[in-house]
């Protein structure tokens, strides 16, 4: 069935190491993001795109990367910069040719420094 | 740029009793709005969304929504709150502003329905 898939489901990342949280779509969308939620700060955007091999910041893409060579998928990369990467991370999509359509959520991965 | 508030933390109501959680919001267009809820450790549910023309906005799980432009508010509401409603609800807005399109989200409203 259609929707958006996010892997793993927890990770755990120790100090100095880089981890690649999986996000795949299968609903056709052109745009993907990324988003990071933290307790009583609702969600913040890290990273969208909206065409493959295309992508731009949100506003707190700092210690993050991410890439979009296929329309299906959209890697995010939480590298040793991020000095606080304890937080759960949601992955959306959307179709961009109506404005007033709704955004569709993967399940999330929940990130745990050790 | 464009922005929602969601002016309380937590909402308690008693089940069988209506609901009201609030969203304020600020454009600088046409406002495109809409209501998302979360349960425990998983992913945002979309629930309803603002289409101009219709104040009244019915949505998922017997929910509905009432746009007011003059006090720029796009309040969630349910007639008669069930338990299995305790969630997080998110107000969001699409933003428009900047042309990346994504949604920009409220901190989120935690609603507890007590039996």
């Known amino acids: 069935d259609g929707g958006i898939t996010q892997s793993p489901k927890y990770l755990f990342r120790k100090e100095g190491q880089n981890v690649t949280l999986s996000c795949e779509q299968n609903?056709?969308?052109?745009?993907m993001y990324w988003y990071r939620q933290d307790p009583g700060q609702g969600l913040r955007l890290i990273y969208y795109s909206q065409i493959v091999n295309d992508f731009q910041k949100g506003d707190i893409a700092e210690g993050y990367s991410v890439s979009r060579e296929k329309k299906e998928s959209f890697p995010l990369t939480v590298t040793s910069a991020q000095k606080n990467p304890t937080a759960f991370y949601l992955c959306?999509?959307?179709?961009?040719?109506?404005?007033?359509?709704?955004?569709?959520f993967g399940q999330g991965t929940r990130l745990t420094v050790v | 740029a464009q922005s929602v508030a969601q002016p309380e933390d937590q909402v308690n109501v008693a089940e069988g009793n209506p609901l009201t959680v609030k969203c304020t919001y600020s454009?600088?267009?046409?406002?495109?709005l809409f209501w998302y809820v979360q349960y425990p450790n998983r992913g945002l549910q979309f629930l309803l969304k603002?289409?101009?023309?219709?104040?009244l906005v019915k949505g998922s799980y017997g929910f509905e929504a009432e746009f007011n432009k003059s006090q720029t508010s796009f309040h969630l509401k349910k007639p008669s709150a069930l338990v299995s409603d305790s969630a997080l609800y998110f107000c969001?807005?699409?933003?428009?502003?900047?042309?990346?399109?994504?949604?920009?989200f409220g901190s989120g409203t935690r609603l507890q329905v007590q039996p």
């Open positions: 609903l056709n969308h052109d745009a």
């Open positions: 603002y289409i101009t023309g219709d104040n």
């Open positions: 454009v600088s267009g046409n406002p495109y």
């Open positions: 969001a807005v699409r933003d428009m502003d900047t042309g990346r399109r994504a949604l920009t």
């Open positions: 959306a999509s959307s179709n961009l040719a109506a404005m007033n359509t709704e955004a569709f």
